[in-house]
C-alpha cells in the first residue's frame, strides 16, 4: 500500500453563524468568525489517496490527473468564493473548516474510486496553526 498526496491552495471567505441563533448568541460563540461582513482565509488543501502500484506505469495515479481532479470538483468551486452563499456543496451547512474537509471528501471520493485509487484523507490548512483532517 502507498500514499501519495497533492497540495493545492485557495482563497474564501466564511462567516461562522447559525441562523437559528441571534446576532449575540452567535457572537458570543463564534466571536470575530460571526462577522456580519465576512472573513476570509487563504486555505491550503492536502488530498491523500492510497493504493497498489500499478506495475505497468509505476504510478498509483496521475498527479497531474488528481490535480485536474481537485481543480474540478473543489477548488475551481471554492477559489474566491463565499463559502456560504457561492459553494454549491456548502449550501445548508456551517460553514467550518470541520464542515469543509467533511463536503471535500464528499466531492472527491467517487472520481477517486473510479481511478482505482482510495482516498484516505482530506487535509484542510485554514491558517498556518489550524487544519482539520477528515478520513472518511
Known sequence: ??????????????????????????????????????????????????????PETGFLVDLKWLKDVMNTYVVDKVDHKNLNLDVDFMKG?????????????????????????ILHSVKIYETENNFVEYLG
Not at 441563533?21 to 462577522?35: I, P, R, T
Not at 472527491?108 to 485509487?117: K, R, V
Request: glycine fraction near 6%; charge should be negative; include cysteine.
Open 1 to 54: 500500500m502507498i500514499y501519495i498526496t497533492r497540495k493545492a491552495s485557495f482563497n474564501a471567505a466564511h462567516k461562522l453563524a447559525r441562523p437559528d441563533w441571534d446576532d449575540e448568541k452567535n457572537n458570543a460563540f463564534y466571536g470575530k468568525c460571526a462577522n456580519p461582513n465576512w472573513h476570509g482565509h487563504n486555505y491550503w488543501l492536502y488530498v491523500t489517496v492510497k493504493g497498489e502500484v500499478d
Open 93 to 117: 451547512k456551517l460553514a467550518s473548516t470541520e464542515n469543509l474537509a467533511i463536503a471535500v471528501w464528499e466531492q472527491l471520493y467517487a472520481p477517486i474510486a473510479e481511478s482505482g485509487a
